[in-house]
């Protein structure tokens, strides 16, 4: 049951993956995928504080997100990221020790992002050992900001990454063929048990990193995946804005173990 401090981001989650939508069809949504313990009346009274925040938009058809909420989650997403940039810019992965962890905190994908790509894909390679991903779903590089795209073909000329996923579907094969154009070596499709419901993880050279996402973050990513029946029909703008929501947390811990990595790329090259 979530309370009703929480119905708010509930809200945008139900209207980032279907809009727009009746206030009655709203409640009725949070009553089944929440269960929530709050009245039709305060869910009501919620929609109209967010309309006048700015955060909804409403129209004969229903609520919708506002564009406008959008932007400027766009804008302190990018803010957000040039403060952590400068705050991990000390981070140097070849000053860990072995057996050493370092624990990171990122407020939605954009920055997890740049961290994945400007710190452990560039992680120090001398011996040129192949990068390893084990992930869920194939992460995409739609949405992402130019520093993304330009430094993913970097890390990709640096050294060979092959990128397992376990699941196998049209959309996820469709992500895998753009991150192949970008430089990638590898991307196998439907290796199970891979990745956890909540967590994938990276391996370059010593250094193990495992991401964890929050359970929302996670099911809205699996349907976004798994509900198109033709590639014609995914939906590109739910696809940006979940890419570009900076409400959810997420971690990545940074762990240097020769051994452990090398069972890794034993098991899955």
Not at 213 to 219: A, D, E, G, I, V
């Amino acid at each position: 049951m979530i309370k009703e401090e929480n119905t708010r981001n509930k809200i945008i989650e139900i209207l980032s993956e279907d809009w727009p939508l009746t206030a009655k069809k709203i409640y009725n949504k949070l009553q089944r995928l929440y269960g929530i313990s709050v009245s039709y009346q305060a869910i009501h009274k919620k929609l109209k504080q967010m309309t006048k925040e700015k955060v909804l938009l409403k129209n004969e058809a229903g609520y919708s997100i506002s564009k406008e909420w959008i932007r400027t989650i766009q804008k302190n997403t990018s803010l957000m990221a040039e403060r952590i940039e400068k705050e991990q810019k000390g981070t140097n992965l070849v000053e860990m020790k072995e057996g050493e962890s370092k624990n990171f905190e990122f407020n939605g994908i954009l920055e997890l992002g740049w961290f994945l790509i400007d710190k452990l894909m560039k992680a120090p390679n001398p011996e040129k050992k192949p990068g390893l991903a084990l992930w869920r779903f194939c992460y995409s590089l739609v949405g992402l900001e130019e520093k993304h795209l330009t430094g993913f073909k970097e890390v990709c000329e640096m050294n060979h990454w092959h990128m397992l996923v376990e699941e196998e579907n049209d959309t996820d094969k469709m992500f895998g063929k753009t991150l192949k154009e970008y430089g990638v070596k590898e991307v196998r499709f439907g290796v199970k048990g891979c990745a956890t419901k909540l967590s994938d993880k990276m391996i370059l050279r010593d250094y193990i990193t495992e991401i964890s996402y929050p359970k929302t973050f996670r099911r809205l990513w699996e349907i976004q995946n798994r509900l198109p029946k033709q590639l014609a029909k995914f939906n590109l703008g739910k696809h940006i804005q979940l890419m570009r929501i900076p409400n959810y947390k997420m971690t990545a811990i940074v762990t240097r173990n020769k051994k452990l990595a090398e069972e890794y790329r034993k098991q899955y090259l």
